[in-house]
C-alpha cells in the first residue's frame, strides 16, 4: 500500500532562519506531488507542485523553493524566513492528473517563526 | 479570484442528530466538487465527491446546486466521532483544488 511521510513534525525557527521539510511517498511510482500552506482559519494553498523529478511549478510567488531530487522524494526549502512563513505545511500527493479531487496528505509539519 | 467560502462554525450538535452544512463556489465553470475531512492538528482526508445527482453514503449525503452555486453536505445521526472540521474543495484544473477554510463541526454527548 502506499504511504507518504514528512518531516519534521514540528519546529520552530527564528526570523531569518533556513528551512528545510522533506516529503517522501512509498508504494507508488512517478506521483503527482504537492506543497500545500493552511494558515489558521484559511482554506489549504498551494505552493508548489511537480509532475516529475526536476520538474516544479509554483503557484505563488514567496520566499520558498521547492525541489525533487527523486521520484518520491519532494522537498521544501527557504534560505530566510520570515514571520509570515508560519504554518502549518501539507505534502501530498496523487495519481497522474489530479482527476478524481482525490490527494493523500502526509501527518503535516507545523512551523512558528519567532 | 476564484472563492470558495464556508461558515466557519462551530455548530454544536447533539449526538444523533442531523446536521447540514454549505459552501459557496464563486467560479460557475467548475466542474467537480469536494467534501474533505480534518481532525485537530491532523491531515485532510477525503470524505466524498459531490456529484450532479447527489449521492449519499451511508449516513452522509452530498448534494450540488450549479444554480446557486452551493454545495452541502448532510450527517444523519450524527456521532461523537463525526467531530471534525469539514473542508469544501472545488477543482479549478488538474492540479489546482480551491479549498475553503472548513466548517468546525462538535458533536456534543
Known sequence: SQTIHQWPATLVQPVGSPLSLECTVEGTSNPNLYWYRQAAGRGLQLLFYSVGIGQISSEVPQNLSASRPQDRQFILSSKKLLLSDSGFYLCAWSVGRVYTGELFFGEGSRLTVL | ?109
Do not use: H
Open chain 2, 1 to 109: 479570484r476564484k472563492e470558495v467560502e464556508q461558515d466557519p462554525g462551530p455548530f454544536n450538535v447533539p449526538e444523533g442528530a442531523t446536521v447540514a452544512f454549505n459552501c459557496t463556489y464563486s467560479n460557475s465553470a467548475s466542474q467537480s466538487f469536494f467534501w474533505y475531512r480534518q481532525d485537530c492538528r491532523k491531515e485532510p482526508k477525503l470524505l466524498m465527491s459531490v456529484y450532479s445527482s447527489g449521492n449519499e453514503d451511508g449516513r452522509f449525503t452530498a448534494q450540488l446546486n450549479r444554480a446557486s452555486q452551493y454545495i452541502s453536505l448532510l450527517i444523519r445521526d450524527s456521532k461523537l466521532s463525526d467531530s471534525a472540521t469539514y473542508l469544501c474543495v472545488v477543482k479549478e484544473s488538474n492540479y489546482q483544488l480551491i479549498w475553503g477554510a472548513g466548517t468546525k463541526l462538535i458533536i456534543k454527548p
